[in-house]
Nanobody, 125 residues
Framework: QVQLVESGGGLVQAGESLSLSCAASGSIVTINSMGWYRQAPGKQRELLAA???????KYADSVKGRFTISRDNAKNSVSLQMSSLKPEDTANYYC???????????????????WGQGTLVTVSS
């Protein structure tokens, strides 16, 4: 089974920067889109940024100009560079993929979507 392992969350002060990383484990054949979501307490999960295999990225208005998403197809990983962080950016951040294909036990497998376990980002004022 493919898993997404996230890292990089933590506590920072407002105005500082933080980088999140997410790597897919397993015998990956291909991953379509990759992205980052966040969910603050009492709020719905929101899409922050997504990037396709060509590197074309889209951003939510709330993070445009402050966050940068990138991916390394060879490493099956995606990163989110966050700058000018605000207290309202405090949330659990989740890595997400679109369709993932991989080999497991000699069999070709595919899932439409995979989520990471989440990493907490706390921005103090």
């Amino acid at each position: 089974q493919v898993q997404l392992v996230e890292s990089g969350g933590g506590l920072v002060q407002a105005g500082e920067s933080l980088s999140l990383s997410c790597a897919a484990s397993g015998s990956i054949v291909t991953i379509n889109s990759m992205g980052w979501y966040r969910q603050a307490p009492g709020k719905q999960r929101e899409l922050l940024a997504a990037i396709d295999r060509t590197g074309s990225a889209k951003y939510a208005d709330s993070v445009k100009g402050r966050f940068t998403i990138s991916r390394d197809n060879a490493k099956n990983s995606v990163s989110l560079q966050m700058s000018s962080l605000k207290p309202e950016d405090t949330a659990n951040y989740y890595c997400n993929t679109g369709t993932v294909a991989w080999y497991e036990g000699g069999l070709y497998r595919r899932l439409l979507e995979i989520w990471g376990q989440g990493t907490l980002v706390t921005v103090s004022s």
